[in-house]
């Protein structure tokens, strides 16, 4: 899967001279935590929530005047992260995430031919690619199979579950905590009650399986 997968377009930027107050606005109204700054069709910067929330407390000291004199003449470009972390919308999500998590940041700006045309964040991570893969928000159970991670097991749990016509909406294999070998995990189409004839299946063949919680 690619960035422009699951990077958010249609990217609401604003110039390094648009007034601090009309930053923080555009952000609320829009619900936006970040905001890269273009000037001149070119990338320059990036503004974000954390950074005008933190101007506001180190200007709690002055006076009401002083804070709106100050807001109105404060530009973006006065607090903008200048070292902005770009990716291209031909990288891989594999490598996105490991540039984030490397240079510590929540976002990535996604360019092309200097141009911004995306914005890929930690959200955007999660809700199009681990939430799909997990199956966090479907219906069903989950079932969880000790040491069914590996080929002929899995192979065999999958059988059991296609023969007894039980759709399987997510499966995936995790390291077990005590062995080194993998456990499975199975999101079943059913609800709690009729998954336990799933479990008194697998127990049958010999796997310690429990309903997992979610």
Do not use: C
Request: aromatic residues 4%; glycine residues 8%; proline residues 3%.
């Amino acid at each position: 899967m690619l960035v422009k997968d699951v990077m958010t377009k249609n990217v609401v930027t604003v110039t390094s001279d648009t007034p601090i107050g009309e930053a923080k606005n555009i952000m609320k109204v829009r619900k936006f935590r970040r905001l890269p700054v273009v000037d001149d069709g070119r990338l320059v910067g990036l503004v974000s929530e954390e950074r005008l929330e933190r101007l506001s407390g180190e200007t709690a000291a002055l006076s009401l005047w002083q804070i709106g004199w100050l807001i109105s003449k404060t530009t973006v470009g006065h607090v903008m992260e200048k070292n902005v972390v770009t990716v291209h919308p031909e990288a891989t999500v594999e490598q996105a995430i490991a540039l984030s998590q490397s240079r510590r940041v929540g976002s990535l700006v996604v360019v092309a031919n200097d141009k911004v045309v995306g914005i890929a964040t930690t959200n955007d991570f999660f809700y199009r690619i681990v939430n799909p893969t997990l199956g966090i928000g479907e219906s069903g159970t989950r079932v969880f199979v000790r040491k069914g991670g590996e080929g002929k097991a899995a192979e065999e749990i999958i059988g059991l579950i296609n023969k007894l016509g039980i759709k399987i909406k997510v499966i995936w294999s995790i390291p077990s905590a005590k062995t080194r070998e993998k456990d499975l995990v199975i999101h079943l189409d059913l609800d709690t009650d009729d998954a336990t004839q799933v479990i008194r299946e697998l127990q049958a063949l010999g796997y310690k399986a429990n309903i997992d919680p979610r």
